[in-house]
Structure formats: C-alpha cells, structure tokens
C-alpha cells in the first residue's frame, strides 16, 4: 500500500489481530473504526483488513470501480453453506446468474408471492391468543422460513420439502455468519454436535430440495413460483437451462436471504412499536383506514401505507446489514491510496446509518425522519439496506411485500408490550438480529 499512513484500531492479538473482537462484538468493532476515520485498518488473522467509512469512498468500490473487486473471503466461507449462488458468486458467473433470476422478481410475478404472504400472515394472526407470550423473533423466522418456501414451491409436489425445510433451515440460518466469521477455519471440521447437526440438516435440505426439482421438471409448466422461474431461466446466448445443482444453490440462497432479512426486520419493528406507543397507534390507524373490513393485508394496499413503510425504513436503518466484504482484483487506488490486489475492505451499512456525520441522533427510533418533509434530506448514498450496485440484493421488492403484508395484518389485530426487565441482545447474522424478544400479545 502506498500513500500516507491509515489509523489501525487499537485493541489487536498478535497472530489473529481483531478476529475475535468481530466474531464477539462485530457491532461494536465496527462502531469503534468508524470513529477512527473513512479508512481504518484492522487485523482479521495475520493480513490487514480495511474499513470503509466514506459514503464517498463505499459508492467508489460498491458502484463506480466494482468490476474490480469480488466479495473476499467471507463470502468463500458462506458458500460453503449456500453454494455457489446468485449472494455468494461474483464475476461473470454472478453477472450471468443474476439475469438468469431477474425475471424471478419482476413487478409481475410479486403479486403472485404476496397472495402467499397475505394468506400466511392472516393464518398467524388467527392463531395467537390474546395475553400470550411470544419470543418474537423466533416466531417471526417461523413465517418467513414458510413464506419463502411456500413463495419458492407452491406446487403440493413440494409438500414434503416444505415440512423439511421448516426444520433444516434454522441450522443454516444458525450457522452461516459463525463459519464466515471463524478465526479457525478447521473448527468446523471438527466432529461437534453443532457441526453434526449442520452436517444433517444440510443432507436433509439437499435431498428434500433436489426431489422437488425433479419432480418439477418431470410435471412441467408454470406453477406460479419461484422455482418455475429458476427452471424456465434460459441463458441468453446458449439457450441452455440452469443445472440441477445450480437450481438448488440459487433456491437455498433464496430461502435464507429472503427469510434472514425479513424476519429480523419485523422482529425489530414489533420491538420498537412496543417501546413507542404513540408511533404504534398512527400505524395502527392508517392501518385499519386502509384495510378497512379486511383481516389481511394485500399487495395493493402497500402504496396506501406510507406511516409503515417510514417505520420500516427506521427499522431497516438501525439494523440493516451488517458488513459488505469486499477483495481487490486487481491492483486498486481507493481514497488517493493505491493498494495490491488481494487487499480486503470491509464496508458496514450498520456502522454508515449510525453515523451522526449523516442522521441526527442515529441512535434514536424515528420513524418521522422519512416523512415526506424530512427524507428529502437524507443523503441516498448513506442508505444501504439492501447493498447497492451490481451485487445489490435482488428480492428487495420482494422484501418490501413480505413486511409491509405481515406487519400490517398483524398490527390490524393485536397490540405487542415488551417482557418488563428483558435486555435485548443484538448478534451477528447477516443483519443485526434480536436474540430472544419475548413480547405479549395484546388484543386491539
């Protein structure tokens, strides 16, 4: 590297530098660089990693210079888990995969989905009883868990691979960002009951999946999901079809993105409802003035629920993902510095929405912040939920559909109070999810 000294963030072990500090406060890591200035080094094993704090500087790798980065050595580590799909491939195999599954998550085929999403979150609502205690996040990952499976398979064919799913997919979801984040690679070689578990559950997904594939192709046609799409996904200049195995990565990356991110949203959103009374009872009010007599929400109704969608975007700015890895191809000059290829940079969108350079109070729960008068002002550049650029998250639309149905439809029906004396724990999983949020269900 050359051009003038970047700040290195105290606190490093010889030999593993800050690689236990990110796998046992990544948050608080992150928060700490940015204090140091738009590029920090730290030390994740023996080789230097840098943190990028620069709106500026984050547009320049994410946007701008792109084509020469991929996504590092964590996402290498993740596609263990997931497999060389559309989230963990880069170059021009990601470029080709992410047109293949485009067509997948077109403004056509969204309504499709949320007529799934509408069904199941009304299915919830009628079964919760009023007074209950809930853990919230873990019934929010049971919903989404069975709406991206119900989304991607919608053929009875899939039964079968529904139920296994709703199993296996919790020890995926469990796992992927604590392999990633690893000093010690061969602890997951290691016979552990958790490494047996995963070893099960990934057997059981890959035979559950692959026979719905089958049975797919066998059947034929359009029923109306995500898989047909992914098997209809013909390649522009050969005309040839997805692998079996390709179909199988890129619907088990589908499955946890899809319910990781949403899940984690919603659960945060009941979380801060239930701590603003008064942010709730607005919600709830243009909640009902829109749904009217209806039970459930519908895709129609979300231009028409404005307040939600400004809870929702708060929500998604105090949690949204957590870290955007990124390796040079190439050698690279990034800020007025030049660096060798294989040099990594971390970028987190957690750390860029709680800066108090960009929002005022970013700590703070404030919905009002994306009013029509206020959100003009916020710079887009320091708003990256879903990522941004040519690896920007492909089911964002899909995302949107999913919490806005379910947190609509369930507001419409109950009020949510907070456990009294419970702390919440953030932890690392892709997004900044809730660990264990009991909350109880109160009728309204």
Not at 53 to 78: C, M, T, W
Not at 161 to 178: G, Y
Not at 340 to 349: E, M, N
Not at 418 to 423: D, I, L, T, Y
Request: overall charge positive; proline content about 7%; some cysteine.
């Amino acid at each position: 590297m050359s051009g003038t000294a970047i700040p290195r963030l105290p606190g490093g072990v010889p030999g593993l530098g800050h690689a236990l500090a990110l796998r046992r406060d990544p948050f608080g890591l992150l928060l700490r660089a940015r204090a140091w200035g738009d590029v920090v080094e730290i030390g994740v094993g023996p080789r230097p990693v840098y943190v990028i704090n620069s709106p500026r500087v984050i547009r320049q790798i994410l946007v701008s210079d792109a084509a020469h980065y991929d996504k590092g050595s964590l996402f290498e580590k993740a596609s263990a888990v997931l497999g060389n799909g559309v989230v963990t491939s880069s170059g021009e195999f990601h470029r080709q995969q992410r047109r293949l599954i485009h067509p997948a998550f077109q403004s056509t085929r969204i309504p499709l989905y949320a007529e799934v999403m509408t069904a199941l979150a009304e299915e919830l609502s009628q079964a919760w009883q009023p007074g209950r205690h809930l853990r919230m996040d873990a019934e929010m990952h049971r919903l989404t868990i069975t709406t991206a499976a119900r989304t991607l398979f919608s053929s009875r064919l899939a039964d079968h691979a529904v139920t296994e799913i709703q199993h296996s997919l919790p020890v995926f979801l469990s796992t992927i960002t604590a392999r990633a984040l690893s000093p010690v690679p061969l602890l997951e070689k290691l016979p552990t009951p958790g490494n047996r578990r995963f070893a099960r559950a990934r057997q059981r997904m890959l035979r559950a999946v692959l026979s719905v594939i089958d049975d797919y192709r066998a059947v034929g046609g359009d029923q109306g999901d995500l898989l047909s799409m992914l098997l209809a996904a013909r390649d522009a200049d050969s005309g040839r079809a997805m692998p079996r195995e390709q179909v199988y990565d890129e619907a088990v990356t589908f499955m946890v993105a899809a319910s990781e991110s949403t899940a984690t949203a919603l659960s945060w959103a009941f979380h801060y409802l239930g701590n603003h009374r008064a942010v709730e009872e607005r919600v709830r009010r243009e909640v009902r003035d829109c749904l009217g007599e209806r039970a459930a929400a519908r895709h129609g109704d979300l231009p028409r629920l404005a307040r939600l969608r400004q809870v929702l975007h708060e929500v998604l700015r105090l949690h949204p993902l957590a870290l955007l890895p990124r390796r040079a191809l190439q050698d690279v000059e990034v800020d007025g510095r030049h660096y060798p290829r294989g040099t990594q940079f971390f970028i987190s969108p957690h750390a860029l929405h709680r800066d108090r350079r960009h929002y005022a109070a970013p700590a703070d729960f404030d919905p009002d912040r994306w009013a029509p008068d206020r959100a003009p002002h916020i710079d887009p550049e320091t708003y990256l939920p879903f990522g941004v650029g040519r690896h920007g998250c492909l089911g964002e639309s899909f995302a949107w559909s999913s919490m806005t149905i379910t947190l609509a439809t369930l507001l419409n029906r109950f009020s949510f109070t907070p456990v009294p004396g419970h702390r919440i724990r953030e932890v690392m999983a892709g997004t900044s999810r809730p660990c264990h949020l009991p909350m109880i269900v109160h009728p309204c």
